[in-house]
């Protein structure tokens, strides 16, 4: 059973910054990895995704803002979140597809304070 481990999530400034991390065990050949974020009442929405040769796809909302990266030795991706603003306060979920399905993470909570 394949689990992920998120963590980085907390509470920061508008304008501040916050690095999330999920790491994959155990080690499996991975499609990608990513983020998705859900606010209550809304749908899951693409934060950013990253394939394991390196492509990586963002949600309009934090494109020139956050930036995805992974270690393939690790089976780690990283969301490295700057200029924070107050909507992106909600639960950010990790992600994995290994082809065959998708995995979820449990969730860690950013709160963006005005």
């Known amino acids: 059973q394949v689990q992920l481990v998120e963590s980085g999530g907390g509470l920061v400034q508008a304008g501040g910054s916050l690095r999330l991390s999920c790491a994959a065990s155990?080690?499996?050949?991975?499609?990608?990895m990513g983020w998705y974020r859900q606010a209550p009442g809304k749908q899951r929405e693409l934060v950013a995704i990253?394939?394991?040769?390196?492509?990586?796809n963002y949600g309009d909302s934090v494109k020139g803002r956050f930036t995805i990266s992974r270690v393939i030795a690790n089976n780690t991706v990283y969301l490295q979140m700057d200029s924070l603003k107050p909507d992106d306060t909600t639960v950010y979920y990790c992600?994995?597809?290994?082809?065959?399905?998708?995995?979820w993470g449990q969730g860690t909570q950013v709160t963006v304070s005005s």
């Open positions: 990253i394939n394991w040769g390196g492509s990586a």
């Open positions: 992600k994995l597809n290994n082809w065959a399905q998708d995995y």
């Open positions: 155990p080690s499996i050949f991975i499609n990608f």
